[in-house]
């Protein structure tokens, strides 16, 4: 039976890109917000403005680590603040705090959402002193709610930076918020490498360019602000070109895949819990909550016996990782520390068929059969669900 990974990218292939890569041959600009990168970012600007119903402004950069980095800087006043974060989130996060000069301060998230929350935030504010800008993330592409976050900024005057790599297509922007993608190989929308900056001020997001070119004003002339080199590539952008020419398709896919896996869990694994976000979304990836009598690294082994992928994204939190160690902390993480120990991602990519879904819920269905006894029901489990999940060949 062949295996199923975790994760597998859809990128453009060669003859997609051609058609750009001819181009920069003809404008021999390879860099420095060349006209494959003023296109892109363009297109961007107009789907995202379609989005949140409102004109935005939009900057690419290199990633979305420096993009997170540059829209601090760019957003907040006052040097070497201390940034709320979520411990829940990849350690990119809070890496472009630190790179920024900032102090992150972590906090725990909401039980059902997995973000971080303007409540959670507030009351983190009224515990930890100083706390002068908040990065809040968009977990797995779940969209956060831009309104909530433009309202805490307006009754305190803190600044939100939102960390949307996964969330392109799902994440609004709203009227204070800036918010920062990634074009990551891995995501929905990939370039390889990649990502960009979006806000409706359109003087921070002018700040994120500058500053993503050393901090020059303009072409060859005096540097504002000490930045650093954070841009896009004619490569990079090419690439980006042609995945969203693709993007109506690649959208819709992942639209019926996520249809199709809720619909085969709710059926057959009522007790897995899928992350609270909106069924419309176009996510890259598929965790979930496994019933507390389930540890994740149990369920990640026992779907491995069978050649199927999994991987505990975020987990353990940040607070755990020892280059965090020393990293204030806002509460004491209680749904991050349950959240460890039983989110897991599933295989979930555009190469999966019916038959993969009903694989991989066949296989929990065998795990939450035997309780979560784990290594020894493997073989018991291997043996008496081969049945199992033919009624599931009616999803999709």
Known sequence: MNPIPVLKPDMPSVEDLLPYLRRIDEAQQYANFGPLCLELEKRLSADCAALSEQPVALTTVANCTVGLQLALMASVDRPRVKVLVPSLTFPGTVSGILQAGFEPVLADVDPSRWVLTPEIARAAMNRVRGIRAIMPVAAFGGALDADAWDQLTEDTGVPVVIDAAGAFGNQCIGRHTVVAYSMHATKALGAGEGGFVVARDAEIVARVRRLSNFGYMSAGGLISDIGVNGKMSEYAAAVG???????????????????????????????????????GGVYSLGVVRLPDRLRAETVAEFLASRGIGSRRWYCPGIYAHPAFLALTQADDHVVVKHLDQHLLGLPFHLQMSLADIERVTAALQAILALGGRGRAGVAKATRSSSSRGAHLRAVG
């Open 241 to 279: 070109l042609a995945a969203l020419d693709r993007w109506p398709e690649i959208s819709a896919a992942r639209r019926r895949l996520m249809t199709a896996y809720r619909q085969a869990l709710t059926d057959t694994c009522p007790e897995i819990v899928l992350q609270e976000r909106a069924a």
